[in-house]
């Protein structure tokens, strides 16, 4: 339920009051991924969250490891300037976390590795004598593959270990684990709420759970893994119809090509990005996602032809939830139209086209609602996936993968002919766009006579509620490569590059 449409006095939803949530566990185990993905569902979802990270803060205020005294990661006793800077960085994590409470937040994640019993109870007990529910989610990784992907993907790469030798900083990481395992303490202590996830996803335990919004929480930590996959969009071809939504029409000639075209243009770079990360194409599967509609799952259809022909292995679903947004009245209507026949609903989808909806139709909440149970099955789903759908639909999964607010889903501008590739990461995505496509349904001629090529070009106006975009905060409007390079302030690490494919 994306960014709900009520608010109360205190700010906080669901009845459920401020929550704390500590994480427990050895380095490696998948906390922070847990974390990053966990806040990204509860601001989805409305609920002011904000990941708090110990290492983050440690790395910010002392710098990287080889600035940290010698003690500082050892177990047993530590000098007096060691104890000094680690009471230190705890101290000011705690101020953030209580900070963010009084600003009107209502769940903190601490991702910190919590792993001694007295330590996590102290602090457990400060937050509850303040009246924030506390939650212990532990994970516990006995699978060896994931503890060291988790080590060469993520830590390795952390400051703490620039300039290193990758093989030197991994043995070093690994000394870190080894230390910890013999003091660490795994969560046996009964009388708090606790959340336990093995192996990210295997298998969940949890105790004490109460109220809509922690089990809400518990659901999603039911659904999600850490497993490398590859995320692509891309617009569905042009159609017959473009400007109709009632008319389930075919694909144009045009849009035959282009679906063509897509399917090389995913190919050849799904195997150039996999090969990069030493990873063989033809031994992963590869899972297209269309809506029902004609022109969504037939653009789908060369990549079966191709499967037939060379056997890559591919498998397309179609998904009922995934038809664009339904524009009501509205329906074929240009904007000046709509302005004319409509005067007090247009200056209402002008004021705020997140929540309006128009007669009869749907609003941009009401398709995020919508498209909830999509967005569980994209954190569910293992396999690289190629998304194939509508404009309407892309924005709000583009949204929600890369953290914008609900208010700015309407402004994302997606192309026909750019194909957005999405590698969920550990702290947040890596997101690429390609350009593959000038043909029919992005180039469109202008009164001089020249080409005009770009993500604002060839709209088509009589499918305006589509593809309309209007920011209601007054900043420019999302284009594809824009959406690369966005970060919302969730502290993700977000890489981009453009590029354009042959």
């Given at each position: 339920?994306?960014?709900?449409?009520?608010?109360?006095?205190?700010?906080?939803?669901?009845?459920?009051?401020?929550?704390?949530?500590?994480?427990?566990?050895?380095?490696?185990?998948?906390?922070?991924?847990?974390?990053?993905?966990?806040?990204?569902?509860?601001?989805?979802?409305?609920?002011?969250?904000?990941?708090?990270?110990?290492?983050?803060?440690?790395?910010?205020?002392?710098?990287?490891?080889?600035?940290?005294?010698?003690?500082?990661?050892?177990?047993?006793?530590?000098?007096?300037?060691?104890?000094?800077?680690?009471?230190?960085?705890?101290?000011?994590?705690?101020?953030?976390?209580?900070?963010?409470?009084?600003?009107g937040g209502q769940?903190?994640?601490?991702?910190?590795?919590?792993?001694?019993?007295?330590?996590?109870?102290?602090?457990?007990?400060?937050?509850?004598?303040?009246?924030?529910?506390?939650?212990?989610?532990?994970?516990?990784?006995?699978?060896?593959?994931?503890?060291?992907?988790?080590?060469?993907?993520?830590?390795?790469?952390?400051?703490?270990?620039?300039?290193?030798?990758?093989?030197?900083?991994?043995?070093?990481?690994?000394?870190?684990?080894?230390?910890?395992?013999?003091?660490?303490?795994?969560?046996?202590?009964?009388?708090?709420?606790?959340?336990?996830?093995?192996?990210?996803?295997?298998?969940?335990?949890?105790?004490?759970?109460?109220?809509?919004?922690?089990?809400?929480?518990?659901?999603?930590?039911?659904?999600?893994?850490?497993?490398?996959?590859?995320?692509?969009?891309?617009?569905?071809?042009?159609?017959?119809?473009?400007?109709?939504?009632?008319?389930?029409?075919?694909?144009?000639?045009?849009?035959?090509?282009?679906?063509?075209?897509?399917?090389?243009?995913?190919?050849?770079?799904?195997?150039?990005?996999?090969?990069?990360?030493?990873?063989?194409?033809?031994?992963?599967?590869?899972?297209?996602?269309?809506?029902?509609?004609?022109?969504?799952?037939?653009?789908?259809?060369?990549?079966?032809?191709?499967?037939?022909?060379?056997?890559?292995?591919?498998?397309?679903?179609?998904?009922?939830?995934?038809?664009?947004?339904?524009?009501?009245?509205?329906?074929?209507?240009?904007?000046?139209?709509?302005?004319?026949?409509?005067?007090?609903?247009?200056?209402?989808?002008?004021?705020?086209?997140?929540?309006?909806?128009?007669?009869?139709?749907?609003?941009?909440h009401d398709l995020?609602?919508?498209?909830?149970?999509?967005?569980?099955?994209?954190?569910?789903?293992?396999?690289?996936?190629?998304?194939?759908?509508?404009?309407?639909?892309?924005?709000?999964?583009?949204?929600?993968?890369?953290?914008?607010?609900?208010?700015?889903?309407?402004?994302?501008?997606?192309?026909?002919?750019?194909?957005?590739?999405?590698?969920?990461?550990?702290?947040?995505?890596?997101?690429?766009?390609?350009?593959?496509?000038?043909?029919?349904?992005?180039?469109?001629?202008?009164?001089?006579?020249?080409?005009?090529?770009?993500?604002?070009?060839?709209?088509?106006?009589?499918?305006f509620y589509e593809?309309?975009?209007?920011?209601?905060?007054?900043?420019?409007?999302?284009?594809?490569?824009?959406?690369?390079?966005?970060?919302?302030?969730?502290?993700?690490?977000?890489?981009?590059?453009?590029?354009?494919?042959?």
């Amino acid at each position: 339920m994306a960014a709900p449409l009520y608010t109360t006095a205190s700010g906080l939803l669901f009845h459920a009051g401020k929550i704390l949530i500590l994480t427990v566990g050895l380095p490696a185990r998948g906390k922070t991924h847990i974390s990053r993905a966990l806040e990204r569902y509860l601001r989805w979802m409305g609920v002011k969250t904000h990941v708090v990270s110990l290492g983050d803060y440690r790395r910010k205020t002392l710098g990287g490891a080889q600035k940290l005294p010698p003690d500082y990661f050892n177990i047993g006793e530590k000098s007096p300037e060691t104890l000094a800077l680690r009471k230190k960085v705890s101290d000011g994590c705690e101020n953030m976390i209580w900070e963010f409470f009084e600003g009107g937040g209502q769940v903190v994640i601490y991702d910190a590795n919590n792993g001694l019993r007295k330590n996590r109870q102290a602090l457990a007990e400060k937050f509850d004598k303040l009246g924030i529910h506390v939650i212990m989610l532990e994970s516990i990784c006995d699978n060896k593959e994931i503890i060291e992907t988790n080590i060469r993907n993520v830590k390795i790469s952390s400051p703490d270990y620039r300039g290193w030798d990758q093989d030197k900083a991994f043995e070093d990481y690994y000394g870190r684990i080894r230390l910890r395992e013999q003091a660490y303490e795994t969560i046996e202590e009964t009388e708090w709420p606790y959340i336990r996830i093995f192996n990210v996803g295997e298998k969940i335990m949890v105790n004490k759970i109460r109220g809509y919004l922690q089990s809400r929480i518990v659901f999603f930590l039911m659904n999600i893994h850490n497993r490398f996959r590859m995320i692509y969009f891309a617009r569905s071809g042009q159609s017959l119809i473009e400007h109709s939504y009632k008319a389930d029409s075919d694909l144009s000639p045009a849009g035959w090509e282009y679906s063509e075209r897509l399917k090389e243009a995913v190919l050849e770079r799904r195997a150039k990005s996999l090969e990069q990360r030493g990873y063989d194409p033809k031994e992963r599967r590869l899972v297209i996602w269309t809506s029902t509609r004609r022109r969504a799952h037939h653009t789908a259809w060369p990549f079966l032809t191709s499967a037939r022909e060379s056997s890559p292995r591919v498998k397309v679903i179609e998904k009922p939830q995934m038809c664009e947004i339904n524009p009501g009245v509205w329906d074929g209507l240009t904007p000046d139209q709509a302005r004319e026949f409509y005067p007090e609903e247009w200056a209402r989808f002008v004021k705020d086209p997140y929540a309006f909806r128009a007669p009869r139709a749907e609003s941009y909440h009401d398709l995020s609602v919508r498209l909830e149970p999509i967005l569980i099955e994209l954190e569910r789903e293992k396999e690289d996936l190629l998304i194939i759908g509508h404009s309407s639909v892309i924005r709000c999964l583009l949204a929600y993968l890369i953290g914008l607010p609900a208010s700015e889903i309407p402004a994302i501008e997606v192309a026909r002919g750019d194909l957005l590739e999405v590698v969920p990461t550990s702290y947040g995505v890596h997101s690429q766009a390609f350009h593959f496509w000038d043909g029919p349904g992005r180039r469109v001629d202008t009164a001089d006579g020249e080409v005009e090529l770009g993500h604002l070009s060839n709209r088509d106006e009589n499918n305006f509620y589509e593809n309309y975009a209007e920011d209601t905060k007054g900043k420019k409007k999302f284009t594809t490569s824009d959406l690369a390079a966005h970060c919302n302030g969730v502290e993700q690490r977000v890489l981009t590059e453009i590029s354009f494919l042959p």
